[in-house]
């Protein structure tokens, strides 16, 4: 009979046990060959691993081995003796004196793109395409890795401020936002949707656990073909009770988005240099009212007001490039945006009901959050779906969290894909999403 009972230790080291044990040592690693550099006498092989990629040096004689069997994308195992080389990644190099093929590529395939380049100069339709492959690129796992960070630091700051993660269905029967864009589903039958957001299971959760997030995917049907649309991406969401405005959930993502960038200056400072990163200030942030927005960017950029219900993707650059001039802010929240462009669950502002209590968060003059404080009363919540046209008994489930009390409580939920997007400077937010979904895209 044999047992299971923990990890046993191999013999294989990682890449900070080399950095901590120095030179001079034998050593006996893993990896996948990410490039081969012949130079007759002697030849440069370089493995790509989780942790990095290490330089090894074969040489005519010394190792036991036909170079020449060896093919980029092969995984193998190495053992040799560390050599310190200021000019190798990691500041060290392995002298081989074995080499064990693991395994090998389909005979006759070569790498369809050049994936050891520093940077892949190829068009991101290319990239796309061939995705499994492009991504074992440095430059490109740098960008997840970092991505991965964000995600860290958002749930961990989310933790340390006492909220339950949880997770919701993304198979749903009503559609939280409204409007069409939604992906319809034939459900045992029934007529069901992918989940546009967690909205309304965050706010049943509030009254469950007072202050709730969740990490997980957002579907839009939404025929864009933009460089800042998706139709699958992440969401970063959070919802909270007990708060004395909607200034609280900007404090709470304003608080999150420093500590964030903290980390990944401490954590992933690797790929942030990598990359050529530095990661923008967030210990402020300015606010602005929507209408106040509208105004500031038209008399100072000469742009009339086209519509004055919702901003313009050129207004948001423009907005972003006057709190960049002005108060050399990366970040700015427009406030009040008017409530016929909001969800029926939004606060109207009691001073002017044409507004809500919302916010959007901009960055770099993209909107990549949107929040605000929440409907808690039966009455007002029952009040304005009546108002909007709307049936109460198609949302007598979400109307319960009402009926048996609520406190007053808000949210919001942050695109992923389009701060990673923004944070690495990219043009496209397919850059900054593994298996991009888009109009025309489904696979790989």
């Known amino acids: 009979m044999e047992f299971i009972s923990g990890i046993k230790r191999k013999d294989t080291v990682t890449i900070s046990e080399i950095l901590e044990n120095g030179a001079g040592n034998t050593v006996e690693l893993t990896g996948a060959v990410h490039t081969i550099r012949d130079m007759s006498e002697f030849a440069f092989v370089v493995l790509r691993r989780y942790d990095g990629v290490v330089q090894c040096v074969f040489e005519e004689g010394k190792v036991n081995f036909d170079i020449k069997s060896l093919r980029e994308g092969a995984t193998v195992k190495v053992n040799g003796e560390v050599n310190l080389e200021d000019r190798a990644p990691n500041g060290f190099e392995i002298r081989l004196k074995n080499i064990t093929v693991l395994s090998q590529p389909a005979k006759d395939s070569t790498m369809p793109i050049p994936i050891s380049k520093w940077k892949l100069s190829t068009s991101l339709e290319t990239k796309m395409a061939l995705r499994p492959v492009a991504l074992r690129n440095i430059r490109e796992r740098a960008k997840f890795k970092i991505q991965e960070g964000i995600v860290r630091g958002f749930r961990d700051y989310m933790f340390r401020q006492n909220f339950t993660e949880i997770r919701t269905p993304k198979i749903v029967a009503g559609n939280a ?13 029934k007529k069901a949707f992918l989940a546009q957001s967690p909205q309304f299971y965050k706010q049943t959760m509030v009254g469950v656990y007072d202050r709730v997030f969740e990490v997980g995917p957002v579907f839009r ?6 460089t800042r649309h998706l139709n699958e991406y992440t969401g970063l969401d959070f ?17 999150m988005l420093d500590y964030t960038f903290e980390f990944l200056n401490t954590e992933y400072a690797k790929e942030l240099k990598t990359l050529g990163v530095t990661l923008p200030n967030a210990k402020k942030i300015p606010t602005v009212r929507f209408d106040e927005a509208k105004k500031l960017v038209s008399e100072k950029y000469d742009r009339k007001i086209k519509n004055p219900y919702d901003l313009e993707p050129e207004e948001e650059i423009l907005i972003g490039q006057y709190f960049k001039e002005e108060f050399d802010s990366d970040f700015v929240f427009v406030t009040h945006y008017p409530s016929k462009k909001r969800p029926f669950y939004a606060m109207d502002d009691p001073e002017d009901t044409k507004f809500t209590l919302s916010f959007d968060l901009l960055f770099k003059g993209m909107e990549i959050t949107t929040g605000g404080q929440r409907i808690h009363s039966y009455e007002d919540q029952v009040t304005k779906m009546q108002e909007r046209g709307m049936d109460i008994e198609d949302f007598t489930h979400f109307l319960m969290i009402h009926k048996h009390g609520m406190p007053p409580h808000g949210g919001l939920g942050i695109g992923l894909e389009r701060l990673t997007m923004r944070l690495l400077d990219e043009t496209n937010v397919r850059e900054t999403s593994l298996f ?3 109009v025309s895209r489904l696979e790989p």
């Open 177 to 189: 936002e409204g409007g069409a864009n939604v992906f319809k589903l034939e459900y045992f039958g």
């Open 239 to 255: 919802e909270m009770g007990y708060i004395d405005s909607f200034y609280d959930i900007m404090e709470m993502e304003q608080s």
């Open 436 to 438: 991009p979904r888009d």
């Open 221 to 226: 049907a939404e025929k864009h073909n933009t």
